[in-house]
């Protein structure tokens, strides 16, 4: 776990910008990166998936495009073909450390809204696998953050210790789950199920569980959001 939170400690906080964004991005970044907000000359990476984001009642192809050219910060974007040739587009900046490397993993109904959300796993060949969710507002692709996590908006998608995230039954409501060895023993986890609901871009806290289960399947068992594969009781869900 000290690794884990000197990495985290030392992670830079990621920048949604697009053709149309929300710029919440220091100036400088915003500067550096400008030449990237459009999507031509990046070519589509992964698999193309096709959900309603923008609650129209039509598909919209979305990709996470890739141009090897650029900074590390400017070389992953997300993309939302809309209506009219109209796109929505977040820059992906990586993680800051080794063996970063998103991929666009789905899209699911997460933030209550109508429409689906695109879902981007920052890390998913590492031991440690968080991710991040973008939403549709007002026109924008933006990022959505998670309080009271070691970086905002880092969605913990899997991980040696138990950990996951889900949806928790009220839309717009999910379940983020987080477990590490009970002091003093290495038989026993200590597990946190955080609840969170929705407002505007940002995940409040509503309550939190604790639990201890023992090392093994106890955790699996129990909770579907521990078995590796996120947000898997979304509506809506495209993968």
Known sequence: MLVKSVIL?????????????????????????????????????????????DA???????????????PPRCRHLLVAEMAGATTAVARVPPLAWPGTDPQLLLLAEINGRPGVEPVVAMSPAAVYRPGVVFALLRGALVR???????????????DEFPAGVN?????????????????????RYDVTRSFYRA???????????HFQVGVGNDARQRWPEVRGDPFIRCSGRVS
């Open 9 to 53: 400690g030392g992670f830079i906080a990621i920048t949604v910008l697009g053709c149309r964004h929300a710029d919440t991005a220091p100036t400088g970044v915003a500067a550096t990166c400008a030449e990237s907000d459009s999507p031509a000359g990046y070519r589509v990476k992964g698999k193309a998936l096709v959900g309603d984001v």
């Open 56 to 70: 129209d009642g039509m598909g919209e192809r979305v990709t996470l495009r890739m141009d090897a050219r650029r």
């Open 144 to 158: 959505m953050k998670l309080e009271r996590v070691s970086v905002p908006g880092l969605f913990p998608f899997s």
């Open 167 to 187: 949806c928790a039954g009220q839309r717009g409501t999910i379940v983020v789950t987080q477990g590490r060895l009970a002091d003093g023993s290495d038989s």
């Open 199 to 209: 407002a505007g871009t940002r995940f409040s806290l509503v309550r939190d569980e």
